[in-house]
């Protein structure tokens, strides 16, 4: 959150996380960063509709998918889905199955790992997700591989071209 607040100061930043111990360590980065561009961190579940957020133009989701169970992508598109404008974007970023299959064998093993920790974790395959998307009016616009094996995968919500 912090490295993206700086590189993009003209945006407002709005942290979340369903949890007390996150939110506290969000807010102890943020003092320590002194940016006047990110608001304190808000409780959200996204299971639970709708948000307790303010206005969106773009929601950035970072590694949540693979270590949540599945009812936690389908609502965070549900979620997105009012949450956002005409046109507004869905950032998602982590590991995925492309198509069916783990693009590495480190890929693999984290996600035996994921799922040995919890039978509803794991690395979804990003048709799956695309078709959940799809379902609640977003389309896929990019894909990018990145560092470690993850993607950063874009999603726009239908309506609207952004200019």
Not at 94 to 106: A, D, E, F, L, N
């Amino acid at each position: 959150m912090v490295h993206f607040a700086q590189a993009l100061k003209r945006l407002i930043w709005q942290p979340t996380d369903m949890d007390a111990g996150c939110r506290r360590s969000i807010s102890a980065w943020l003092a320590t960063a002194n940016l006047a561009n990110v608001r304190q961190p808000l409780d959200l579940d996204v299971r639970t509709l709708p948000w307790p957020v303010p206005t969106l133009d773009a929601i950035v989701c970072l590694n949540l998918i693979h270590i949540a169970p599945w009812s936690v992508t389908t609502a965070l598109f549900a979620g997105a889905k009012l949450a956002l404008p005409e046109a507004g974007l869905l950032y998602l970023y982590g590991p995925y199955t492309v198509p069916g299959r783990h693009t590495v064998p480190s890929n693999a093993a984290f996600d035996s790992a994921l799922r040995a920790q919890n039978s509803e974790w794991g690395l979804r395959d990003l048709k799956e997700v695309n078709s959940v998307a799809k379902e609640q009016g977003f389309d896929l616009t990019e894909t990018i591989d990145m560092p470690a094996n993850n993607l950063s995968v874009l999603f726009q919500k239908r309506g609207a071209t952004r200019t």
